[in-house]
């Protein structure tokens, strides 16, 4: 056992520093403090799923294989825990001066941070970090530097913050949960502000305005107004400081919906939305203080509500299901918990925390109305985003249910609130409506365009969201012509499509089982409609599980965030496109993303789709999923023949062969799928000619996969893509062809002799590897007997052979070849040549 430990009254260095260290050691368990700084602690009531720790209530051994401490180099600063638990080996990263002349593994530097040390070792390894840990790490950075104000503070941990900048962090959380310090004059001004402050809620925010002033002129107004609005339970904070004879106002704002540069506008202020000043002469305090009251409203964007962010339809539990049961629910859809429900009302919420502990104790068995929490904490539909997160925080719980008329209608859980704080693009996809109709009015057809709007209708009447997915969302925003109408639908998908179908007099067939849908109009247009749905994998490489869900979890079970958009068909909210995942701009970047780290692991045939975009569209892999790609081939060999082949029958339509082959060469992955294939010069020019070439479909994909095998030997092990009866047979005519000897290749005849009974397609394929093998003179000869065999005439029949003293048999097969082969060899022409070698041959 190895743990990961800090010390007690863990700030957010140490906190920071334990993310760190846990993923530079993976194996190894964190353990948190109980004590920690008043920040921390309600940074961790909406953080704390984000990454395992072993709590005070688990139990420790006295002996562990190693102790990993972060930002302190003593085991008694960590709690009593872990004070007296005796480790094998001990290793320290630490910035303290006391840390400096240990000899322990690990780092110790003088750094600002410890965290520093740290991201220079993620750095190193190329660890991916994802924008929460980013944020954390900047957090540690900020708070233990004096947001690199300290004497301490060094250039390495300004390149620590500059690496995180560049990769992205939530300046917002930085802001809320960070802290300053100032000097007496400015503690005085921070005072009055505090006394003299005043909250006005606007749109469901909180502002603070105060009054101050000053017989001399103070500078960093704007640190003390950050002070401010750190201490002052607000989400913005404006000053109005009245210095001498001029007065001067800051505004500070920490929420994405205050933009106090509006609010400063009518004072002929500059700055953005999270910052402001301006400038006011010849004016009362009391005044400036009405007319910016006067423009707040105009500051505040529109609220967020909770039906906006919540998931929804809810995944929930009956009070009589088992624990065991709910385990293995929260595990398939990786939930901290779900609510309890009965006779359609809640009536609990069981934790993953509650359930583990259930199971520990051998209650797999028990019912959840058992060990359900009832005392419980919801919101209604409308209530807002901060509200929320406030209900969220004050109560320390990761699940908050939405209850509208008495029913449950969606749950918003801690992962909602990070996508809210940390996806830049979400509240923006909230709130503001991106329309592609003009772009669908000049992409589609004129009766498309109607048959889609019509489709809105329709889901209006059932009281249903619609919404086109696919390929042609995609080829809208690059422009590109299509015309594959896919609909999905937040609800019963086979009740909209009996509706559609009687409205648009098409004829309806159905898929119960998988709730999807195809309409055949008269005009010979076809619709697909399916209910939104959700996928799992109870294996690597398995086919998934599928379960009805929502919109946002239909998109996040595809294959890459361009093919994650959706556009809205009800009436009201005609041509919105929806883009939870940043597909938009992964278009115009040329960015092929992944959803999920483990996209490829669930589904390892994504990398050739992914090959098919990056070759066909001039994309690039992103350096995240090109890393999953890599990492993939254990997933990969899980993967059936068959499936393998289904997806290069859908590639090599798109993208040569011979590019895929040596693009899966370069992520060393050509092996992985195709095993024993082996990729050289060769193969490449033996690809390209076979790729010029018409071959019959039956047999296209073996024959691509050939060219991998032959120069190496090691066709024996093609056998298993070859499935069909004309694979099989061009693999054993193949396996014939290199088993000739240099009597059969003496001329047209004796080459006919031994290979009269083959296809076309092995014979131009013999042509083919010939003359790559640089087998010149076999190439030749292959080439004219291909000429050649087509013309062979019929010059006698087996009729013939009965006219003369020949016994009828297997020789009669004998002698027909051999006239054929005299033929080609010019040394009989006709019909009465052929009739005298018979004779001769007969005596």
């Known amino acids: ?87 094998k080996t001990l290793k320290i990263y630490d910035h303290h001066p006391e840390s400096f002349h240990l000899s322990y593994p690990g780092e110790t530097a003088a750094v600002g941070a410890t965290i520093t040390i740290l991201i220079e070792h993620i750095r190193e390894q190329e660890l991916t970090l994802s924008d929460w840990e980013r944020t954390l790490f900047a957090l540690g950075l900020y708070t233990d530097t004096g947001s690199f104000t300290y004497e301490h503070t060094t250039s390495r941990d300004v390149q620590a913050l500059l690496f995180l900048f560049q990769e992205g962090i939530s300046l917002e959380v930085v802001h809320r949960f960070s802290h300053a310090s100032f000097s007496d004059e400015q503690t005085d001004l921070l005072l009055q502000l505090l006394q003299n402050g005043k909250a006005h809620d606007v749109g469901g925010v909180s502002i603070m305005i105060g009054n101050i002033s000053s017989a001399s002129f103070i500078d960093h107004l704007n640190l003390i107004v950050e002070k401010w609005l750190d201490v002052a339970n607000a989400d913005a904070c404006i000053a109005i400081a009245h210095m001498k004879k001029t007065i001067f106002i800051t505004a500070r704002s920490q929420h994405q919906r205050i933009d106090v540069s509006r609010a400063l506008q009518i004072f002929d202020g500059g700055g953005h939305e999270n910052a402001a000043a301006a ?60 609510p309890v429900v009965r006779d359609n009302q809640l009536a609990g919420m069981i934790s993953r925390r509650d359930v583990d502990k259930a199971f520990h104790h051998g209650l797999g068995h028990a019912p959840v109305k058992g060990h359900m929490s009832e005392q419980l904490i919801t919101c209604e539909a409308g209530t807002t985003s901060e509200d929320v997160q406030r209900i969220m925080i004050g109560h320390d719980i990761g699940r908050l249910p939405v209850i509208a008329n008495d029913e449950l209608i969606g749950i918003i859980s801690r992962s909602d609130l990070l996508k809210l704080n940390h996806d830049k693009t979400y509240e923006k996809e909230q ?95 076809s619709i697909d409609i399916a209910s939104a749905r959700a996928e799992y994998y109870d294996a690597p490489s398995s086919l998934p599980s599928v379960t009805f869900s929502n919109l946002h979890e239909d998109l996040y079970r595809r294959d890459f965030t361009f093919n994650a958009l959706a556009i809205q068909l009800n009436e009201v909210s005609f041509g919105r496109l ?46 995240d999923t090109r890393r999953f790609a890599v990492q993939a081939t254990s997933a990969i060999a899980r993967l059936s023949a068959d499936r393998i082949k289904a997806e290069f029958n859908r590639l090599f339509p798109e993208v040569t062969a011979a590019a895929s082959f040596k693009r899966l060469e370069e992520l060393e992955l050509l092996a992985a799928f195709i095993p024993f294939a082996s990729w050289s010069e060769q193969s490449r020019r033996m690809l390209q000619k076979i790729e010029n070439e018409q071959l019959p479909e039956n047999v296209q994909t073996i024959s691509r996969l050939l060219p991998l095998f032959i120069f190496d030997g090691n066709l024996q092990h093609l056998a298993r893509f070859a499935l069909t009866k004309p694979e099989k047979q061009l693999l054993n005519d193949f396996a014939q062809w290199l088993a000739l000897d240099e009597a059969a290749f003496a ?41 050649q065999r087509q013309h062979i005439p019929l010059l006698v029949t087996g009729e013939d052979l009965k006219a003369l003293p020949i016994a009828p048999g297997p020789q009669y097969k004998h002698f027909l070849l051999k006239v054929e082969s005299l033929w080609l060899e010019d040394k009989i022409k006709t019909r009465d040549e052929a009739l005298q070698w018979l004779r001769s041959e007969a005596n």
């Open 431 to 525: 709130t503001r409506k991106r329309n592609l109709i003009d772009t669908m009015i000049h992409s589609l057809s004129t009766d498309n365009y109607h048959l889609l709007k019509t489709i809105g209708q329709i889901a209006d009447e059932e009281h249903v969201d619609a919404y086109l997915i696919g390929g042609i969302v995609r080829d809208f925003l690059l422009q590109r012509e299509n015309e594959d109408i896919d609909i999905m639908i937040e609800g019963d998908g086979i009740a909209f499509a009996e509706a559609a179908a009687r409205r648009l007099g098409g004829k309806l067939y159905t898929h119960e089982s998988f709730q999807t849908a195809k309409i055949l109009l008269e005009s010979g247009k």
């Open 747 to 787: 001329s047209l005849g004796t080459l006919h002799e031994s290979i009269h009974g083959m296809e076309e397609t092995a014979l131009f394929i013999f042509e083919t590897y010939a003359e790559v093998a640089e087998q010149q003179r076999r190439a030749l000869l292959i080439r004219q007997y291909r000429k």
């Open 578 to 623: 929806i883009d939870p995942f940043g597909g938009e701009e992964d278009l115009q970047k040329g960015n092929i993303r992944v959803l999920h780290n483990l996209s490829f692991i669930e589904d390892p045939t994504r990398i050739l789709r992914a090959i098919r975009f990056e070759l066909k569209f001039d994309y690039t892999l992103a350096a």
């Open 279 to 338: 400038t006011v002469k010849d004016k009362e305090p009391s005044e400036v203080e009405a007319n910016l009251l006067d423009q707040l409203s105009t500051a505040v964007k529109p609220a967020l509500v909770a039906k906006q962010i919540m998931s929804h339809p809810v995944k929930s539990v009956s009070p009589d299901t088992s624990i065991e049961t709910v385990r293995e629910e929260i595990v398939r859809y990786g939930h901290s918990g779900f």
């Open 1 to 87: 056992m190895k743990i990961i430990a800090a010390h007690k009254h863990t700030d957010f260095d140490a906190l920071a520093s334990l993310v760190a260290a846990k993923k530079l050691h993976p194996e190894a368990d964190v353990f948190l403090p109980e004590t920690l700084s008043p920040n921390v602690k309600q940074y961790m009531a909406i953080y704390r799923d984000q990454f395992p720790y072993i709590d005070k209530q688990q139990e420790i051994k006295q002996d562990i294989d190693e102790l990993i401490l972060v930002d302190t180099s003593s085991q008694t600063r960590t709690g009593d825990e872990l004070k007296d638990v005796h480790a």
